[in-house]
């Protein structure tokens, strides 16, 4: 069971800039696609960014394209969302989540999730 911890998260302005990691406790952590899925209040969870195993391959949704970035480092068992521009529209718990197929996948496809850490823009 690969376990993901999300320090992190916080309360930025409007037009700010916040980084999201998400630790894995595996040295497997390579071998899964991760993604990251933020919930606001009374919504599912919807894939807003994803990367493949290797980090050559990315999605974004078109609600964060030229705003969010993700990156991984594999020797660090480590993702991380860059998130630049933020709206308050933005404002979410924010999962990161792994899976053992393809990086670009709905959240009922991700096998194993984050707690979860709080993102708050303010207007």
């Known amino acids: 069971q690969v376990q993901l911890v999300e320090p992190g998260g916080g309360l930025v302005q409007a037009g700010g800039s916040l980084t999201l990691s998400c630790e894995a406790s595996?040295?497997?952590?390579?071998?899964?696609?991760m993604g990251w899925f933020p919930q606001a209040p009374g919504k599912e969870r919807e894939l807003v960014s994803a990367?493949?195993?290797?980090?050559?391959?990315?999605y974004y949704a078109d609600s964060v394209k030229g705003r969010f970035t993700i990156s991984r480092e594999n020797a660090k068992n480590t993702v991380f969302l860059q998130m630049i521009s933020l709206k308050p529209e933005d404002t979410a718990v924010y999962y990161c989540?792994?899976?053992?197929?393809?990086?670009?996948?709905?959240?009922?496809?991700?096998?194993?999730w984050g707690q979860g850490t709080q993102v708050t823009v303010s207007s």
């Open positions: 989540a792994a899976r053992s197929g393809t990086y670009y996948a709905r959240a009922y496809e991700y096998e194993h």
């Open positions: 990367i493949s195993r290797s980090g050559l391959s990315t």
């Open positions: 595996e040295r497997t952590f390579s071998t899964y696609a």
